[in-house]
């Protein structure tokens, strides 16, 4: 089951158009989105740290302003009065040098239960009236962070609401603050302010956020890559079309630039290629047709010729040239007919020419098979099978032909007991008009145009044809023909 979702995945994510624009769109946004949640953080942090220092600055002013104003025997209810979970205030009479000790004591202070009102102030640290520690977890873990003390900074007064010098310190390395500045009767207000961290930025409406956001721009993806592989795939099964021969019609030069430049190049290129195909077929009837004229004035020459041994040959040499002219107007008129293609029974085709070739006697069997469709010219593919059985019959002795599918090809195999031909020779006898000699011999041999023209057929179906010798004697000519792609 893993296997087939991994084979899934690869064949979907590598060759869809649609699955590679869905697959790097969602890339985009996660990219993106990462980079813009780092950037966020990162300016939501500065934000709340100068949101959180302010709010203790101003705390720390009013609360100095509410001591300066009130008698000193009120000041233990009022520090207890303004104490909050993440902010405490307390006095000493020198100012605190050592930010060290000083750290240590707001912490402790920190840590411990808010203060009822009424009850006495906390005692210092270290003293051993202290209550029982009941820090909340967010506050151990910013002490223990705190492990570099720092030195106090000097506050200008016009940076803050008091209008006087204070001194102030990072206490942690979230939103941690200290601060102490000197009252008017000579004492100093010390204020630690620590509140834990805000909540992860992963949040559910965020996460939901995100989801929406990959499911919108997947839609979007699946309907541009629909808009953009619909042409292409018009493109890619005329192309495949043309290829086997057939008459295509014209792309619709529609769609995005780039899409309608390319429609616009390949009707250009079919348009020249059918031009040069139809120059050069009615070049060559053109030079068939011219070659009878002389042909036939030397043939009523040769008649005039004393010798009868140079009058036989000169006129078996002229039936040659006259074979050759009649093999080339025959292939320019069927190339020039543009026969159509159709959807017919490559099995039945091929034992319907086995079938024809032994009823005039010759050795030829076929093995039988199940029902192949095919599209195709019917006559051309005739015409390539007819030549090549001919062929394996006339140089071999026999022809046995099968048929079988691949994986992306229809193979027709026409195997002789003949002697077979040196591998060296393997493309050569596909060039018109060659014939090897000796067991190719040219009494019993054609005009050496057959498998040229064999080739062809096979090639303007966009297959070809191979020839290999057997180990047990003989010939074998393969036709391998593309199956019809599957374009949706």
């Known amino acids: 089951m893993m296997g087939i979702r991994c084979l899934f ?13 869905i697959g790097f769109m969602l890339l985009a946004l996660v990219v993106s989105q990462t980079i813009s949640f780092f950037v966020y953080w990162d300016e939501r942090g500065h934000a709340l740290r100068a949101a959180a220092k302010e709010e203790f600055l101003v705390r720390s002013a009013s609360v100095a302003q509410l001591l300066e104003t009130t008698p000193a025997v ?5 520090l207890q ?17 050592d930010v060290a000790a000083w750290k240590e004591e707001a912490w402790h202070r920190l840590a411990q239960p808010l ?23 967010a506050l ?54 620590a509140k834990a961290a805000y909540g992860s930025i992963w949040t559910s409406q965020s996460t939901v956020s995100l989801a929406i956001t990959a499911v919108v721009l997947t839609m979007i993806a699946v309907l541009v890559a629909h808009r953009v592989s619909r042409p292409m795939r018009r ?61 036939t004035s030397l043939r009523l020459r040769a008649e005039f010729v004393t010798d009868s041994e140079m009058r036989e040959k000169i006129l078996a040499t002229l039936d040659e040239m006259q074979a050759m002219t009649e093999a080339t107007l025959a292939f320019a008129r069927e190339e020039a007919t543009g026969e159509p293609t159709r959807v017919i029974d490559l099995a039945a085709l091929t034992e319907s020419v086995c079938n024809d070739l032994a009823d005039l006697g ?43 599918l691949t994986k992306d090809s229809f193979e027709i ?56 010798n057997l180990r047990s004697g003989g010939l074998r000519a393969l036709i391998r023909l593309p199956q019809e792609p599957k374009v949706r």
């Open 413 to 468: 195999s026409i195997e002789d007991s003949g002697p077979g031909i040196p591998e060296e020779e393997f493309e050569r006898v596909f060039a018109p008009f060659f014939r090897l000699e000796g067991s190719r011999s040219r009494t019993t041999g054609g005009v050496g145009l057959g498998l040229s023209i064999a080739r062809t057929i096979a090639r303007g179906h966009g297959g070809d044809i191979e020839l290999t």
């Open 235 to 295: 493109l890619a099964f005329a192309a495949e079309a043309f290829g086997r021969g057939e008459d295509t019609a014209r792309l619709p030069e529609e769609g995005p630039i780039d899409i309608r430049r390319t429609a616009e190049a390949f009707n250009r290129m079919q348009e020249r290629l059918r031009r040069f195909v139809s120059d050069r077929t009615s070049m060559l009837a053109a030079i068939g047709h011219d070659l009878r004229t002389p042909i």
């Open 74 to 78: 009120y000041h233990p209810e009022i």
């Open 362 to 404: 010759w050795d030829v069997t076929f093995a039988e098979s199940g029902k192949v469709p095919y599209r195709c010219r019917p006559a051309a593919i005739r015409r390539a099978l007819r030549n090549l059985i001919e062929n394996a019959v006339r140089y071999g002795g026999c022809a046995r032909v099968s048929l079988a």
């Open 140 to 193: 151990i873990a910013a002490q223990a962070q705190a492990s570099d003390p720092g030195t106090w900074g000097v506050l200008a007064a016009r940076d803050w609401s008091l209008g006087r010098v204070a001194h102030y310190v990072r206490l942690d390395h979230t939103f941690g603050s200290g601060l102490t500045v000197q009252l008017q009767d000579g004492t100093w207000l010390n204020a630690a302010f």
């Open 9 to 21: 995945s690869r064949c979907f994510w590598t060759r869809s158009l649609v699955g590679q624009l």
């Open 81 to 97: 009065a303004v104490a909050t979970t993440y902010t405490r205030f307390w006095l000493t009479k020198e100012k605190p040098d």
């Open 115 to 137: 203060p009822r009102y009424g009850e006495p102030e906390p005692a210092p640290h270290g003293t051993p009236e202290r209550h029982a520690s009941a820090a909340d977890p």
